[in-house]
């Protein structure tokens, strides 16, 4: 039985299925990043020690930051450039922005909490 359907496709069957399917795959990740711009961009921001938790990397005492997490079409041009001042995301819904200040459990690899 498994003969018989292997004789219907022929290798240029395969080619083409193949073929349109990464042309759907590359089109939809397309849509996604320059159509839609669904995805999440990390940066960093200036951090005032005295009011909040802030990480330093290798012991960088004179530069404190947090982080922040956002989906990109909704993040300023500010963040990119580094010149953002009180940064917040109020006003974003829940999952489409996140300002990290330190915590133990959530340091990489160099950094500490100040």
Known sequence: MFSRIFRIINKYDVAFFLCLLFIVVAG????DYKIKKDFQVYSVLECD????????????????YKKIEIMYQFAPSCLEEHTC?????????????????CDEQILEVG???Y
Do not use: H
């Open 28 to 31: 939809q990740r397309f849509w």
């Open 49 to 64: 020690p005295t009011f909040e938790s802030c990480f330093i990397y290798d012991d960088d005492v004179e530069n404190p």
């Open 85 to 101: 001042k009180d940064f917040n995301c109020d006003g974003l819904g829940l999952g489409m922005c996140a300002v990290i200040s």
């Open 111 to 113: 950094e500490a909490c």
